[in-house]
């Protein structure tokens, strides 16, 4: 077992690192860089993202011919977390959410050229922003879209004719390219099939954009209504049929990318913790001299290091080919809870402080929240898990992987 990092991914971890503490920290320090939605201002935005080019940081996950990196999964492990040190960290990297998903699975499922070219590398160049269209209200679901996914694609010619609602679309209102999961057929393992389509394409609408509990991303969380979109049968993603395939594609490494950049933030909150506790006094001796206080930060930090476990332990499965969905769903399930609770105990070290927007934990906190609900709610991952178990019986604990792609 070796766990040192390759000096490839080593280099690029390091200087993600210097690039987040010189060019990002001290932009989200000062709250005139942040817009409306207590995000990153676009301007602003732009002018880090130039610096992160030019620095050689840009899209750690796509590969170096279409600008990218290059770097296999566990190094995104090790980059995703030194990005998310600032709430601002991956946005400027373009390695956050959705896009980073987005551009993933894109990247593994078009094979042509010239698709890739249109739909994928103006996502790669941070030039448009891109969305996932699965989840509806009811009646429809978001946590069983292959058994009650109402939103209908039906074929008409060379053309299928979109009707339903979606919503909870991240980043839809400032997204160009969407890629959409609709039914074609009432067959209850095949009948998802997964398609793109474009901003201005006639027939489908944004209805709202959902005003949430946590700082949003750019383009926030959109209910979308479908009113006869038609789709051309070349921008069909795989066959017909693959639909909960593609979302599998989709959802499985985004919801690893998401324990990585979550792993960076609860590493914030324990480091502006430490820093303040080291600070404050009460009762003759800081609170860091105080053991209980000790015990509080020192279960949040094996805390957090389990989960880089579980995270790198599935990072270096996909790397092996393998889908890894138990690990997935077991670092799932773990860097939620983490996260929550690293940004809960900061909070309650800062005192009333922590509760007020003068330091960042109050906003990693309301963003915490939807980590046990997006891509899988906890509950989900964890009937997975029992599934995996009943099946899998002592194989469930084989190290290395019983699943390829
Ligand atoms: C901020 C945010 C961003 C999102 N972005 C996107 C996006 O870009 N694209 C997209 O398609 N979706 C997106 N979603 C939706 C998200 O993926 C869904 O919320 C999630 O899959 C759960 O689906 P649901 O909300 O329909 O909950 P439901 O399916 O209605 O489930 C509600 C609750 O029931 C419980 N539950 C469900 N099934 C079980 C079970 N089998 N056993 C035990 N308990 C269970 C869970 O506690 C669950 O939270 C986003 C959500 C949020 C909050």
């Known amino acids: 077992m070796d766990f040192r990092l390759s000096p490839e991914i080593e280099g690029v971890r390091t200087a993600t690192q210097a690039f987040i503490e010189a060019e990002v920290l001290p932009l989200e320090a000062d709250r005139s860089n942040y817009d409306e939605y207590e995000n990153i201002r676009l301007d602003v935005l732009a002018r880090v993202r130039a610096k992160a080019k030019a620095a050689g940081l840009w899209a750690p996950q796509m590969p170096k011919a279409r600008g990218g990196l290059g770097l296999p999964i566990v190094g995104w492990a090790a980059v995703y ?10 946005v400027c990297l373009n390695c956050a959410a959705p896009d980073d998903g987005n551009m993933s699975v894109l990247n593994r499922l078009l094979t042509d050229d010239a698709m890739k070219d249109k739909w994928l590398q103006p996502i790669i160049d941070g030039e448009i922003q ?3 269209a699965m989840t509806e209200p009811a009646p429809g679901s978001g946590s069983d879209p ?32 969407f890629i959409l999961v609709a039914r074609t057929s009432d067959d209850p393992r095949r009948g998802l099939t997964g398609f793109l389509f474009h901003r201005s394409d006639p027939g489908w609408r944004i209805v709202r954009r959902i005003k949430t509990l946590g700082p949003e991303e750019h383009g926030g969380v959109c209910e979308l209504a479908f009113e006869g979109l038609e789709i051309p049968v070349q921008q069909r993603l795989l066959d017909e049929g693959d639909g909960l395939k593609i979302t599998q594609m989709r959802l499985g490494p985004a919801r690893l990318t998401h324990c990585m950049r979550w792993l960076g933030l609860a590493k914030r909150c324990l480091e502006e913790a430490d820093r303040h506790v080291k600070d404050r006094k009460a009762f003759g001796a800081s609170l860091a001299e105080r053991e209980s206080v000790q015990l509080m930060l020192a279960d949040v930090a094996r805390d957090i290091h389990t989960g880089r476990l579980l995270t790198m332990h599935a990072a270096w499965l996909i790397d092996q080919g393998g889908l890894a969905q138990k690990e997935v769903s077991m670092a799932k399930i773990h860097v939620a809870d983490v996260l929550h609770r690293a940004a809960d105990t900061a909070l309650q070290l800062f005192g009333a402080k922590g509760y007020s927007k003068d330091t960042v934990i109050e906003w ?17 991952h964890r009937m997975v898990l029992a599934r995996h178990h009943g099946r899998l019986g002592n194989d469930f604990w084989r190290w290395g992987s019983e699943q390829k792609v």
Do not use: C, Q
């Open 364 to 380: 990693i906190y309301r963003y915490a929240r939807a980590a046990r609900l997006v891509d899988g709610a906890s509950e989900v």
């Open 81 to 90: 977390e030194e990005a998310n040190r600032s709430i601002f960290g991956p």
């Open 130 to 132: 891109s969305a996932f």
């Open 146 to 177: 292959g058994g009650m996914m109402l939103t209908r694609a039906e074929r008409k010619g060379d053309r299928y004719v979109v009707n339903g609602r979606k919503w909870f679309i991240s980043g839809a209102a400032a997204a160009t390219h």
